[in-house]
Nanobody, 125 residues
Framework: QVQLVESGGGLVQTGDSLRLSCAVSGRTLSTYSMGWFRQTPGKEREFVAAISWSGYTTSYGDSVTGRFTISRDNAKNTVYLQMNSLKPVDTAVYYC??????????????????WGQGTQVTVSS
């Protein structure tokens, strides 16, 4: 059974930074490509960032490019999302996701098989 557990969310002010973590258990992280998505009430889940199983390929949503960085530590079975220069529009529940079947899961949620329960990020103005 694969489990993903996000942590690191919270309440911050505009311009602050946060680092989200996603701990993966059940299988070796190096066999998965990973992604981060976010969602606000009444809206579809939005792609934030993705990283290939090797870590060599990354991609970002247009609204976070240049501010967010995805990384992975396969030895710790953990994926990170460093979020800098946060804005109120970044307020959402952030989910990590794992794809065991693709070397790179990309931007499409259906490409990911496993999901965490989410962590709330709130950015005040």
């Amino acid at each position: 059974q694969v489990q993903l557990v996000e942590s690191g969310g919270g309440l911050v002010q505009t311009g602050d930074s946060l680092r989200l973590s996603c701990a993966v258990s059940g299988r070796t992280l190096s066999t998965y490509s990973m992604g981060w998505f976010r969602q606000t009430p009444g809206k579809e889940r939005e792609f934030v960032a993705a990283i290939s199983w090797s870590g060599y390929t990354t991609s970002y949503g247009d609204s976070v490019t240049g501010r967010f960085t995805i990384s992975r530590d396969n030895a710790k079975n953990t994926v990170y999302l460093q979020m800098n220069s946060l804005k109120p529009v970044d307020t959402a529940v952030y989910y990590c996701a794992a794809s065991p079947k693709r070397a790179y899961g990309g931007t499409d949620p259906p490409n990911y098989e496993y999901w965490g329960q989410g962590t709330q990020v709130t950015v005040s103005s």
